[in-house]
């Protein structure tokens, strides 16, 4: 058992986290990657911990260039990713309730993936200047015996967006109230693993997604998950820049566009809970 220490409990889209404020790194800083791992696993346990698809340690930045905070993000299974889309919201919310940033202003988080910048929106959304969704050509996901085409799209981390055929449907793709199991994917496209989304059209410029997160299993939505499938959306459909979509997550709604090459996400953030804890 560790001494007590803070943390916070939000979700964007019903992605969860754990934020754990540790601004100086003296908090959790001093743990070596194993003991790291294993807090961050026993965190986001759901039954035996708090509960959530990944870890915020929110950390002041040692990087000028990253700005003055930075999101160290980690999957539920202790794993790194490069970005999280919808934990960054979540994280950019936290400062602002704490008073750590000016809300009026736009809000620099550091990433592995670069700074990102985050706006508050009038009706309390927050939108994510993303950067680039990079599209790097087709592949192949497998699940349960069906194999689709997928479009491998680089987001800061890796994705495979792969549309259903007509007939298929989000719901099939699993026994009922079942997660999704694990899609097979081409190690030699992905060797670092990689997020899965499926997709289905609702109509024009909108789409729905279950996804399948590299180190998190099934989630209820992933913010950089639904900006590649965004993208892979708008290529096909030959969209011009600037044009809206709207992707539904099984947690919500996410509004997304490209503008200026850049892809800008916009969506609800939530903090509902603190604490202190010794796992
Ligand atoms: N849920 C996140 C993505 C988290 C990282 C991902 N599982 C990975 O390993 O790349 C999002 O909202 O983007």
Same mark, same amino acid.
């Given at each position: ?12 889209? &019903? ?13 959790? /800083? ?17 039954? %035996? ?15 000028? &260039? ?9 999957? %539920? ?18 400062? *602002? ?11 620099? *988080? ?7 910048? *985050? ?52 719901? +099939?793709?699993? /026994? ?20 899965? &989304?499926? *997709? ?24 950089? +998950? ?24 099984? /947690? ?20 509902? %809970? ?6």
């Amino acid at each position: 058992m560790s001494a007590p220490y803070p943390f916070l409990k939000g979700h964007g889209t &019903e992605n969860d986290f754990v934020l754990l404020p540790d601004h100086d790194g003296t908090v959790h /800083g001093g743990l070596d990657e194993d003991a790291w791992q294993t807090r961050v696993r026993a965190l986001c346990h759901r039954r %035996a911990g708090i509960g959530g698809d990944g870890v915020l340690r929110v950390v002041r930045s040692t990087r000028p &260039e990253d700005g003055t905070w930075f999101m160290d993000y980690r999957n %539920a299974d202790g794993s790194v990713s490069e970005m999280c889309g919808n934990g960054v919201r979540v994280f950019a919310l936290h400062l *602002v309730q704490e008073g750590l940033v000016d809300p009026a202003a736009p809000i620099a *988080v550091g990433t592995r993936d670069g700074v990102k910048t *985050v706006t508050v929106e009038d009706d309390g959304r927050l939108t994510v200047d993303m950067g680039l969704a990079r599209l790097l050509g087709t592949t192949e996901v497998s699940l349960d015996g069906r194999t689709w085409p997928a479009t491998h799209v680089d987001v800061g981390n890796p994705h495979a967006v792969a549309f259903l055929a007509d007939g298929e449907d989000l719901d +099939g793709l699993s /026994g009922p109230g079942q997660p999704l199991a694990a899609p097979a994917y081409d190690a030699a496209v992905y060797p670092a693993g990689v997020n899965v &989304e499926l *997709v289905v059209r609702r109509g024009p410029h909108h789409v729905a997604l279950r996804v399948h997160e590299r180190g998190s299993g099934e989630t209820r939505s992933c913010g950089t +998950g639904a900006c590649a499938v965004m993208a892979a959306a708008a290529a096909a459909d030959g969209a011009p820049e600037g044009t809206a979509y709207r992707v539904d997550v099984p /947690g919500g709604t996410l509004s997304i566009a490209v503008v200026d090459g850049r892809v800008r996400m916009t969506g609800p953030a939530v903090v509902l %809970a603190r604490g202190t804890t010794t796992l």
